[in-house]
Nanobody
Framework: QVQLVESGGGLVQAGGSLRLSCVAS????????MGWYRQAPGKQRELVAY???????YYEDPVKGRFTITRDNAKNTVYLQMTSLRPGDTGVYYC???????????????WGQGTQVTVSA
């Protein structure tokens, strides 16, 4: 059984930074992609970024150049460094993992409980 536990959310002013962390336990290793989704109020959950076990990172357009995803395979931990935050980044951020080497909304298998990020204007 896989468990994903996020931390690091909070309230920040526009232009500020936050770092999210997610520790995975169970059958997750460097063969599995890990990533982050977010869900804004009244909107569907969307993929933000993911990283392969080999360390290749992929970002959705709204966060390119502002967010950085990294992972520490020895600690089974993935991070999301968020900078230049905007009110539009507000939402619940979910850590996610897949049994596959790359991640997509169709193949995401495991979810964390979510952590709230609120960006004030």
């Amino acid at each position: 059984q896989v468990q994903l536990v996020e931390s690091g959310g909070g309230l920040v002013q526009a232009g500020g930074s936050l770092r999210l962390s997610c520790v995975a336990s169970g059958s997750i290793d460097s063969n599995n992609a890990m990533g982050w989704y977010r869900q804004a109020p009244g909107k569907q959950r969307e993929l933000v970024a993911y990283i392969t076990g080999g360390g290749t990172a992929y970002y959705e357009d709204p966060v390119k150049g502002r967010f950085t995803i990294t992972r520490d395979n020895a600690k089974n931990t993935v991070y999301l460094q968020m900078t230049s935050l905007r009110p539009g980044d507000t939402g619940v951020y979910y850590c996610a993992a897949t049994r596959r080497y790359r991640m997509s909304p169709r193949n995401t298998d495991y979810w964390g409980q979510g952590t709230q990020v609120t960006v004030s204007a």
